[in-house]
């Protein structure tokens, strides 16, 4: 073997490592604690690990909990919602980054206080309950922006004294937003680069406090 075929086969050896390297750290995983628990408790999931950035997360156990999560996820997607029970996810601190379209389906609650949940040109679809009092969703790309979009099972409500930011995103509805509380929903856009912010209202919208 001379001396350029070696260094070949080892550079092809390098790029297979590194390939089956990012394989083996990207996992599915599944929330199984039936009494709803702390996102980053290993035990809380299955297998035993907490998700790591380029994972797959679903909460689909069946039954009545809450999932709390108050620090930086960055996920290829997430599915949250199961075939009977409630499910519901407390967002309370930094950066959720969903990578892929994620889902809440019906039956399910988003509670979301502070931090940012980033749909970078991807689309985040709900059909259960958001319950939003502080917080931003982002969503601006180089190429595009993400996309809200509420289901015509879905409630939406905004309420308390924190502001909340639609930056980069549109907000489709089709179902119910309750817009109460004592601050304004506030869209932020880019207009050098299309990043248009946007409430696409094809369902109820209930003024009940503030404006958009």
């Known amino acids: 073997m001379n001396s350029l075929t070696g260094l070949l086969v ?4 390098f790029v297979l490592i590194l390939l089956l390297a990012g394989t083996a750290r990207a996992a599915t995983v599944a929330w199984n604690n039936p009494a709803g628990g702390a996102w980053n408790v290993a035990a809380n999931w299955s297998p035993a690990q907490v998700p790591a950035t380029g994972d797959t997360v679903t909460i689909t156990l069946p039954g009545t909990y809450t999932v709390t999560l108050a620090q930086n996820a960055t996920l290829a997607s997430l599915t949250v919602g199961a075939i009977s029970g409630t499910q519901t996810l407390t967002f309370s601190a930094g950066t959720l980054l969903l990578q892929g379209d994620s889902a809440f389906k019906t039956n399910t609650v988003l509670n979301f206080s502070a931090g940012r949940i980033a749909v970078e040109k991807v689309t985040l ?3 259960g309950a958001v319950n939003w009092t502080g917080g931003e969703f982002y969503g601006l790309t180089p190429t595009g922006i993400g996309r809200i979009q ?4 879905a409630t939406l409500t905004l309420d308390g004294p924190q502001p909340k930011y639609a930056d980069y995103v549109t907000l489709e509805n089709r179902g119910t937003i309750i817009h109460g509380g004592a601050h304004h929903l506030y869209l932020r856009s880019d207009p050098n680069s299309n990043a248009i912010a946007s409430v696409e209202n094809y369902g109820s919208y209930d003024l009940a406090w503030g404006s958009a």
């Open 150 to 153: 509420l289901a015509s099972t």
């Open 10 to 13: 080892s550079w092809l050896r």
């Open 125 to 127: 679809s709900v059909a």
